[in-house]
């Protein structure tokens, strides 16, 4: 199940509350104490982020000089709980100017609370893009002055944004020239023995886009092989085909992918966000034609020397 967080605690490293949202009432206020007595004064808090006391669960993350704390009453999604830790954070970031620490959250409090009350429901995650976000809450935080990045203006038309089913991408977009860009950046992990033979070899890759076009473009990306996605016990039974295939063993991809139309034509269609964004990832673990090898030769010449040749 998703995460239903009973509570989110922001506390320094001290140990201090700096600011606290309660989203259920099956949590007491003090159950941070819990956290700080167990956890926190045991000097446990780089062993395993997870911890349960009593009945509750505490996912806590830091970043800079601030724990986020997550507490949670039931059996909730620990993944899904840190994602939306990073998310948060990185939307914070996006309104304080880029930085995040004990002093951004004590300048911007106010801002903090209200954005707490968009972006979880009763303990569910809700919708933490910060474009979107930025259309309705035009309040601006009280930036860093060490911070470089400039403040994003707010866009009209939020509320399409918010409700519609294309809130990634805004309407009205218009560009002289219409250009797309894409970059695929792969790398090769693989382990050999001493005699040469390939151990374990695996490619992980993303396809990184950039895009600038008019309107509500639909676009289709298309591959020169086809892209099959099967479990390892179909790959076992079925009999071998003619034909290039790429057996995709894990892929993740952008909400803007079309999935019923990827599960259906094996094709990956989209209408694409404005800018610099990442379309998918995924992993190969079979067919991979290793791009070179690396050989070496070791001679002992002695106790204290030796010689080591190697040949890419």
Request: aromatic share 10%; proline share 4%.
């Amino acid at each position: 199940m998703p995460v239903a967080a009973s509570a989110v605690y922001f506390l320094n490293l001290r140990g201090d509350v700096l600011i606290n949202r309660l989203y259920r009432d099956d949590v007491g206020g003090n159950m941070v104490d819990a956290f700080r007595t167990h956890i926190m004064q045991t000097k446990e808090l780089g062993t395993c982020p997870v911890r349960q006391i009593g009945g509750c669960s505490f996912f806590y993350m830091r970043i800079s000089n601030v724990y986020i704390v997550i507490v949670v009453s039931t059996n909730a999604n620990v993944a899904c709980a840190f994602k939306f830790v990073v998310e948060a954070v990185a939307l914070f970031k996006s309104y304080f100017g880029g930085a995040f620490d004990e002093d951004a959250i004590r300048n911007n409090f106010v801002l903090i609370y209200e954005l707490l009350d968009e972006i979880m429901d009763f303990g569910y995650p809700q919708n933490l893009s910060a474009e979107i976000l930025k259309l309705y809450i035009t309040q601006e935080g009280v930036r860093s002055p060490f911070s470089s990045k400039p403040a994003d203006k707010p866009v009209p038309n939020a509320t399409l944004q918010v409700t519609g089913a294309v809130g990634w991408r805004r309407e009205g977009l218009v560009y002289k020239k219409n250009e797309v860009f894409l970059d695929i950046v792969e790398s090769v992990n693989l382990l050999m023995s001493s005699k040469g033979s390939v151990l374990r070899c695996d490619v992980t890759g993303k396809i990184l886009m950039k895009c600038f076009l008019s309107g509500m473009p639909d676009l289709k990306l298309g591959l020169n092989d086809k892209i099959g996605l099967e479990k390892e016990s179909q790959l076992k039974s079925r009999p071998t085909k003619s034909g290039k295939t790429i057996e995709l063993d894990d892929v993740t991809f952008h909400q803007c992918v079309n999935l019923t139309r990827f599960n259906s034509e094996k094709t990956v269609s989209f209408v694409p966000p404005d800018g610099e964004f990442e379309l998918m990832k995924y992993r190969i673990t079979e067919g991979v034609n290793l791009p070179f090898k690396v050989l070496p030769t070791i001679k002992e010449l002695g106790r204290t020397r030796m010689e080591v040749n190697v040949k890419v």
